[in-house]
């Protein structure tokens, strides 16, 4: 198997990318972020923006947009929470509303700054494959509706299929205000702008203690007033006291061969929206700006005692799967190939949205857990944190998902039994069981497991 610097399209694909050099010495900071994805990057760029005259930098074990940054599926949902719906459960009306309206400005203000991203705001089909996925797909229009949120519609089968040509699409739901970007294209332009405005990036430095304010690295430490934690599924290899509050997973995706011109008039897709459907373990696909189908499956594995490393960077039974379910979709497709094929780790919890908090007597402040909702999740995490890390007031300080921290997972071995029981009861409900008891009490304390 191919390292995934190769192996993911993203990644193989990017352009012109120069990593900064490691570090090899000693240096002082004001603040340093340890991780150089979405949300170290953000972090540091707010960081620079709100105070100008700081000396801000960034630590990444690897190159900048090495972790799930640079090998998610690039489809940027409308909404911050997961689902608006599981928001209004786990914080009420309210805050939902303020969570909808908080993430639409979020895209927006995204869209305007992720120049030369390929990003197109094509919104997102939700599908259905089953007649009670054409009910979650009312409900959820029902909550559209509810917090305010306007533009959302029932598509019938014939005007599903007309949109993208499948035989399984019974229906389903537009999402309106995401879109799809390239993730990669996105990482490259926040390095660019932090480093035009002066914050440093060591890259290719792994750190490997956190000591009192000092960052202890392979061949230098940096000394800092204040440290920003910013390695979600990794961060329990430094912070370990965490990994009560979330769960690393992996999750796989495949890119096919560009389409050809016959191709892309059976398939349709003309609007290019990013598709999910609603099954619990759903496929996420969407076309790459060189009209690659690029196909993944929410079917996230845990690695028992929560190992995150290089080794877990692929799984040819999801590749198998992942295949199985092309096929099905796409009949006509026959014969496709898949010339790249990865896996990356994100960080659920128990409420399916991230969790921030300081330690250290505040000099070391965290914030992970975006599950595989992050691009849009990660700027606001970047401006929550880079407040925390300036005691400046904001209004994003008051969310609830800042305020409250998620329901804690069990420690290893319950943690690896209860993670395959509830894996197991979920995929017989996408097989057409009804939720066991195990998946019904889950419900009911409000605890859930997915990407
Ligand atoms: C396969 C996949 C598909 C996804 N699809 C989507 C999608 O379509 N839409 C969406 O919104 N979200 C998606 N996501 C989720 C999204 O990618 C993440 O939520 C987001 O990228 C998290 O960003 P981050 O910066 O917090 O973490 P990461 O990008 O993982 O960054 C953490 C960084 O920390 C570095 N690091 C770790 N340890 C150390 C150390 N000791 N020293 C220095 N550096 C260290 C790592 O190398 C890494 O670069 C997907 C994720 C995956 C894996």
């Given amino acids: ?95 939902a509303e303020r969570l909808a309206k908080i993430g639409m400005q979020n895209i927006s203000e995204m869209e305007e700054f992720a120049v030369d991203c390929d990003f197109e705001r094509s919104g997102q089909l939700q599908v259905a494959l089953k007649p009670g996925h054409l009910e979650d797909c009312k409900h959820n229009l029902e909550v559209a509706n509810e917090i305010g949120l306007a533009g959302y519609r029932m598509l019938s089968r014939e005007e599903m299929q007309a949109e993208v040509n499948s035989p399984l699409y019974l229906g389903g739901l537009f999402v309106p205000g995401g879109g799809i970007l390239n993730p990669i294209k996105l990482v490259d332009r926040i390095v660019g702008e932090m480093k035009r405005l002066g914050v440093v990036i060591y890259e290719n430095t792994r750190v490997n203690r956190i000591g009192d304010g000092v960052l202890h690295c392979q061949k230098g430490d940096i000394r800092a007033k204040k440290i920003v934690m910013a390695t979600d599924a990794y961060t329990h290899h430094l912070l370990p006291q965490l990994l009560w509050r979330f769960i690393p997973l992996y999750d796989y995706i495949l890119v096919t061969d560009p389409l050809t011109a016959e ?7 003309h609007h290019r929206q990013g598709m999910v459907d609603g099954r619990t373990f759903f496929n996420y696909y969407r076309l790459t700006a060189d009209n690659r189908i690029l196909w993944g499956t929410s079917e996230a594995v845990y690695y028992p005692p929560n190992k995150v490393d290089a080794t877990c960077d692929h799984s040819e039974h999801h590749y198998r799967t992942l295949k199985e379910s092309f096929a099905k979709h796409f009949p006509y497709l026959n014969g496709m190939q898949f010339p790249f094929g990865w896996g990356g780790p994100i960080a659920s919890t128990t409420r399916l949205t991230p969790f921030f908090g300081t330690m250290n007597g505040g000099r070391v402040i965290y914030g992970l857990g ?39 997972y069990p420690p290893e071995p319950i943690r690896g039994m209860s993670v395959a029981a509830v894996t197991r009861s979920l995929q017989k409900v996408d097989a057409g069981e009804s939720p066991n008891i195990l998946l019904r009490i889950l419900d009911k304390m409000g605890i859930g497991f997915s990407s």
């Fill in 1 to 95: 198997m191919l390292p995934v610097e190769q192996s993911c399209y993203w990644l193989a694909s990017r352009q012109g990318y120069n990593p900064s050099a490691p570090l090899t010495e000693k240096v002082d900071a004001d603040y340093a972020v340890v991780g150089g994805g979405f949300t170290g990057l953000w972090t540091a760029l707010f960081l620079k923006q709100l105070e100008p005259g700081a000396h801000v930098v960034v630590v990444e074990s690897s190159v900048a947009g090495y972790g799930a940054s640079g090998r998610n599926a690039g489809i940027v949902s409308n909404s911050i929470d997961h689902s608006h719906a599981l928001a209004i459960s786990h914080f009420g009306k309210p805050e």
């Fill in 263 to 269: 191709q892309k008039e059976q398939i349709r897709w």
């Fill in 370 to 408: 975006y599950t595989g909702h992050g691009i849009g999740t990660t700027r606001l995490a970047g401006k929550i944190m880079a407040h925390l890390a300036l005691s400046k007031d904001s209004e994003l300080l008051s969310l609830k998902m800042v305020t409250d921290k998620p329901f804690p």
